[in-house]
C-alpha cells in the first residue's frame, strides 16, 4: 500500500455546565473533572501513538486537552484560532430551551437552512465554519508529508472534517456522533481516503 499519513481526531472532553445543553461556540469555557479524566484516559490510549505534530483550537477547552496529550509526546503543538466552534453570536451560553424562548423565528430558520443559517449578532454559519477550518486543514496537511498528526477540535469542527473524509454532503454532519472526549482515526494515501474509527 502507498505510504500515507493518519489524522488523530478528538473532541475535547465534557465542559463545565454541560448539564444544561448550553450552546458554547466562541465562548471559553473550562473542562469538568470528568472531562479532563477522559482525555487524560484518551492521552493514556495514545501513548505508544506515533504522532508528529498536535494541533488545537485557540480555546481552552481544546488547548487543554491537547497539552494533556502531548506530555507523552515531544512533538509541536500549535493552536489555531481557524479550529474554533462556530460563533454562536447571541446564542452563545444560552441552552437551547432559553434559544427557543427568545429567538423562535430565528431558530426555526435555522432549522430550515442549518448550513446557511447566521445567528444574531455576527453569529457564523455552518458552511462559513467549514470553509475557515477546511483552509487551515488542507494547507497543514499539504505541508506534513507523511506525517501523522493529531487535531483536538470541537463537535461540528470534527463533523466537518469527517464529512469531507468520506465525500458526505455536509447536509448530513449531525447523522455523525461525537461525543465528548472521543476519537476518530483517517488515513490519507495519495489516491484514497480510509476512515477507520468515528467517534471511538
Same mark, same amino acid.
Given at each position: 500500500?502507498?505510504?500515507?499519513?493518519?489524522?488523530?481526531?478528538?473532541?475535547?472532553?465534557?465542559?463545565?455546565?454541560?448539564?444544561?445543553?448550553?450552546?458554547?461556540?466562541?465562548?471559553?469555557?473550562? &473542562?469538568?473533572?470528568?472531562? #479532563?479524566?477522559? $482525555?487524560? !484516559?484518551?492521552?493514556?490510549? &495514545?501513548?505508544?501513538?506515533? #504522532?508528529?505534530? $498536535?494541533? !488545537?483550537?485557540?480555546?481552552?477547552r481544546s488547548l487543554v486537552g491537547a497539552r494533556i496529550i502531548a506530555r507523552h509526546h515531544d512533538v509541536p503543538l500549535h493552536s489555531r484560532p481557524e479550529f474554533r466552534e462556530v460563533n454562536f453570536g447571541a446564542w452563545e451560553g444560552l441552552s437551547l430551551q432559553e434559544i427557543r424562548e427568545r429567538y423562535p423565528e430565528e431558530l426555526s430558520r435555522r432549522e430550515m437552512d442549518v448550513l446557511n443559517f447566521a445567528p444574531p449578532l455576527n453569529g457564523e454559519s455552518i458552511n462559513c465554519l467549514a470553509e475557515r477550518v477546511m483552509t487551515c486543514f488542507k494547507s497543514i496537511m499539504a505541508c506534513s508529508e507523511d506525517k501523522n498528526i493529531l487535531l483536538l477540535g470541537h463537535g461540528v469542527v470534527n463533523r466537518v472534517i469527517l464529512c469531507n473524509a468520506m465525500g458526505l454532503d455536509s447536509g448530513l454532519m449531525f447523522n455523525l456522533q461525537q461525543d465528548y472526549g472521543c476519537l476518530n482515526i483517517i488515513d490519507y494515501y495519495p489516491d484514497r481516503t480510509l476512515v477507520r474509527l468515528v467517534n471511538g
Open positions: 500500500m502507498k505510504i500515507g499519513k493518519r489524522l488523530y481526531l478528538v473532541r475535547h472532553g465534557q465542559v463545565q455546565g454541560y448539564d444544561g445543553f448550553p450552546v458554547y461556540g466562541h465562548m471559553d469555557v473550562d &473542562l469538568t473533572e470528568v472531562g #479532563i479524566m477522559q $482525555i487524560e !484516559s484518551l492521552s493514556e490510549r &495514545l501513548r505508544y501513538a506515533e #504522532i508528529h505534530e $498536535i494541533y !488545537s483550537s485557540d480555546l481552552k
